[in-house]
């Protein structure tokens, strides 16, 4: 036997042990719900009812009555069908069971998605200036450096926008600092009724959706934002708005919206922090981990999240080459994706990400 017959018995060889040491939990509820052959996803269907059970048990998933269970049982039938689905146009990611697979997709967006459409400049937004590129680091992740709270939990509440940009200013405001804080979504969703001056209805509207640069203007006019223990997230719209200015921990002066180019997008991330993005989410409901870098998906952005990073792997499950990739951090909670963030890969605007990306001056801030 050659040496590369050998080296290549003994990677796969490592490649066997390591599935074989997967916990059973992890097998039924991860790696195997996306089978093979034709035979085998009949196979899999027809034990729906069997990993439901198990969804249920991991994710604490109850419902009122024995026809609300069936219709679940259902829609989570055919989300399993749907992941197989998503894993064959997105290999190098892992796409199967989440807390999310007894909604189906109108349900999934109408609770947990919620950009609005509108790429019109708030007036006192300005156009990031053209950084130099050519010093940028291979990897860089914002969380090695201490600019990135931890993951929260919007819920079943349209208030992604909101927690973007408290990402963005939490980021700022610890570069100009040195302090990181946790500000307050709840104060946006309560409070700010920021509109987009070029669409029609594209209004900032708590649990309804709204926009980044919007929630950027609301932060500009009203002086700033809380924190987060003076103003607490309750994932639903408060009747009034009970934003005290005396309490302001953190305040901007502008913001700036940065290039699609992609270069642009990690020079500023390196300088001026985490950046407020946009995404279009259709692939994220059945994401697990890896690079999630489908071969079609939507431009149409409708999820707003935070860019905290940026980097490149091998190419799953074989390392055949490197694969540029973000690093985003969601707001569904730590039980969801790679400990509540996802990776997309760089380099060809997938799933619209590089095409809303915005910038808050940390120079601005100002802590009380």
Request: net charge negative; glycine share 10%.
């Amino acid at each position: 036997m050659d040496r590369f017959s050998l080296l290549s018995l003994l990677f796969l060889f490592g490649l066997l042990s390591s599935a074989l040491a997967s916990t059973a939990e992890d097998d039924l509820l991860i790696r195997q719900v996306v089978p093979g052959g034709d035979e085998e996803v009949e196979d899999h269907l027809l034990n729906a009812e069997h990993h439901f059970e198990s969804f249920k048990s991991k994710f604490g998933k109850s419902y009122a009555s024995r026809e609300e269970h069936d219709y679940r049982l259902g829609v989570f039938r055919a989300n399993l069908r749907r992941a197989r689905r998503h894993q064959a146009v997105d290999p190098s990611a892992v796409h199967g069971i989440t807390k999310f697979s007894d909604l189906t997709p109108k349900e999934f967006r109408r609770q947990f998605l919620g950009l609005k459409k509108g790429l019109g400049l708030p007036r006192d937004a300005n156009k990031a200036p053209i950084l130099p590129t050519n010093d940028l680091p291979t990897d860089f992740d914002w969380r090695d450096h201490g600019a990135v709270t931890k993951v929260k939990d919007q819920g079943s509440c349209g208030s992604c926008w909101s927690f973007s940009t408290t990402g963005a200013l939490e980021g700022a405001h610890f570069l100009a600092t040195g302090e990181l804080v946790s500000l307050s979504e709840q104060q946006f969703v309560d409070c700010d009724h920021e509109c987009d001056p070029e669409e029609r209805g594209a209004c900032d509207d708590g649990c309804n959706g709204g926009l980044m640069n919007n929630a950027f203007e609301y932060a500009l006019k009203s002086g700033g934002v809380v924190r987060e223990e003076d103003y607490p997230y309750t994932g639903r719209d408060g009747p009034t708005c009970k934003f005290d200015k005396s309490k302001v921990a953190a305040s901007v002066s502008n913001f700036s919206v940065v290039s699609t180019d992609e270069d642009q997008i990690a020079a500023n991330l390196v300088k001026h922090g985490p950046l407020s993005v946009a995404i279009n989410a259709v692939f994220m409901q059945t994401y697990i981990g890896g690079v999630s870098c489908p071969y079609i998906c939507s431009k149409h952005q409708d999820h707003g999240v935070l860019l905290v990073g940026y980097g490149s792997a091998g190419y799953a499950p074989i390392r055949l080459k490197e694969k540029p990739f973000w690093i985003i951090k969601n707001s569904w909670g730590e039980n969801w994706g790679e400990n509540g963030y996802y990776k997309i890969c760089r380099g060809r605007n997938i799933c619209g990400v590089d095409a809303m990306v915005s910038t808050v001056a940390a120079t601005e801030f100002k802590a009380n």
